[in-house]
């Protein structure tokens, strides 16, 4: 639990009773909880929430008891989800609604692993634009957990496949998940545009944020779509629009997860999409590293370290 905001130090270890779960809601038996980006933010301030607060927006585990009014899921069943509260924790209250059935034979580490990141690499494959065969993708981070999910899914629909990557043994990964070419960071938008004939890529899928903003402005072929998706280089200051004009009539999008998975059916079908991937073994989810759940600090800190791949879980 955090009682202010602040550095990974912030969180500590709190015995409370198990709670009971209210109208509408599921009390699970955590097997797995996720660790993301989103964590960070919430924990240092960046994304205010009111304390004390219990972190851990996705995670897996099995329903010990429904509350009133809840269909479809019953105590026993193993359940997933990526946009509750509170998933650090041994046991979590979770809303039915945000719930998703771990289909059979899925471990349910993996489906833990897989809900926030995978169902945001479906939403970004295929919900920001129609991407086509042939198309020319930047994504940025491509080691990371996002990247490598994302990578996979777009490589899938034909897309070739730039990315960035913060070292040598990140890059191999990135090329292992299907990577035409892994870039440095000081010149990617100069490659980026030596790769595709001076013309420059159709899509830009940037989690990194202020350090890379800029250049992936200048990676872009005219009419070409920028997606900011996150920021763990930190923020991206003020920007003027008309920098979109004045380089090629580009498009810009912040999209978030939520807004992609606000409806049940939506809900369901990316949820379905990305576990039933994982089940026929094509969407291979890298699990980078597990932590007990008294480390989440260092989970924190090597996350925000540039030192992990993949996916991280910590498992209480
Ligand atoms: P990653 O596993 O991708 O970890 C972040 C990676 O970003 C690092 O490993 C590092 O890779 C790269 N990076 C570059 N500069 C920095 C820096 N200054 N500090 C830290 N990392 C840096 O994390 P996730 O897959 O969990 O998330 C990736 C991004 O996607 C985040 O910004 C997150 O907020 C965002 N996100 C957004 C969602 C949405 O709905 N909009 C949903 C899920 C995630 P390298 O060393 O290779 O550069």
């Known amino acids: 639990m955090i009682h202010e905001n602040g550095g990974p130090e912030v969180m500590r270890l709190d015995e409370i009773a198990v709670p009971d779960p209210g109208p509408g809601e599921l009390l699970v038996e955590v097997v797995a909880a996720g660790v993301n980006f989103i964590d960070t933010y919430l924990r240092s301030g960046l994304y205010p929430t009111p304390l004390p607060f219990t972190l851990g927006k996705e995670g897996a585990g099995r329903v010990l008891a429904a509350g009133d009014g809840v269909d479809g899921v019953a105590e026993g069943d193993l359940v ?101 070419e892994v870039l440095d960071y000081d010149d990617f938008a100069t490659a980026a545009r030596d790769l595709t004939d001076g013309r420059g890529v159709r899509i830009v899928f940037d989690g990194v944020g202020a350090a890379t903003f800029d250049s992936g402005l200048d990676a872009l072929q005219p009419r070409g779509m920028f997606v900011l998706f996150g920021a763990a280089s930190g923020p991206v200051p003020p920007f003027d629009p008309q920098v979109l004009n004045a380089k090629g009539s580009l498009m810009l999008t912040r999209p978030s997860l939520g807004h992609f998975i606000a409806d049940r059916a939506e809900l369901e079908q990316r949820a ?19 932590y007990p759940l008294a480390d989440a600090a260092v989970a924190h800190e090597d996350l925000e370290g540039r030192r992990t791949t993949g996916k991280l879980l910590l498992l209480p």
Do not use: N
């Open 80 to 180: 997933a989800w990526s946009m509750g509260d509170g998933a650090y924790a041994e046991h979590a209250i979770v809303p039915a609604r945000l719930v998703v059935r771990v289909p059979d034979g899925v471990d349910p580490q993996l489906a833990a692993a897989v809900m926030l990141q995978g169902m945001t690499a479906h939403f970004l494959s295929t919900s920001i634009v129609p991407l086509e065969e042939g198309d020319t993708a930047l994504v940025h981070a491509g080691a990371g957990g996002v990247g490598l999910l994302l990578t996979r899914m777009l490589v899938r629909r034909g897309v070739r496949v730039l990315t960035t990557a913060g070292s040598s043994e990140k890059a191999e990964l990135s090329r292992g998940a299907g990577a035409a």
């Open 272 to 290: 379905g999409e990305v576990l039933g991937a994982v089940a026929e073994g094509w969407l291979d989810v890298r699990i980078g590293a597990t």
